[in-house]
Nanobody, 124 residues
Framework: QVQLVESGGGLVQAGGSLRLSCAAS????????MGWFRQAPGKEREFVAA????????YYLDSAKGRFTISRDNAKNTMYLQMNSLKPDDTAIYYC?????????????????WGQGTQVTVSS
């Protein structure tokens, strides 16, 4: 099993920045890819970004490109999401997820472990 704990959410004004963290514990050697998803009220959970644990390969939702940066610190078993130029549309609960299998994975069903989520609210 892998346990994931997110932190770093909060309230920020439009144009501001936040950095989310996701600390992984347990059988972390089984992780192939980690990702960030988000879910806004009344909407389905959507993919934001992913990073392969073994190298620097990253993949982003189109609307996140250029504003969000995903990174990881393997020594700390921690993944980050730096979010800049935030917009009210970015308001959502942000979830950290981990995938055991190969491939990046952009769908909820492709991930094996999930954190509890952290709220990000962007005011206009």
């Amino acid at each position: 099993q892998v346990q994931l704990v997110e932190s770093g959410g909060g309230l920020v004004q439009a144009g501001g920045s936040l950095r989310l963290s996701c600390a992984a514990s347990g059988r972390t050697l089984s992780i192939y890819v980690m990702g960030w998803f988000r879910q806004a009220p009344g909407k389905e959970r959507e993919f934001v970004a992913a990073i392969r644990w073994s190298d620097t390969f990253t993949y982003y939702l189109d609307s996140a490109k250029g504003r969000f940066t995903i990174s990881r610190d393997n020594a700390k078993n921690t993944m980050y999401l730096q979010m800049n130029s935030l917009k009210p549309d970015d308001t959502a609960i942000y979830y950290c997820a981990a995938r055991r299998g190969p491939g990046v994975g952009v769908n909820v069903i492709e991930y094996d472990y999930w954190g509890q989520g952290t709220q990000v609210t962007v005011s206009s």
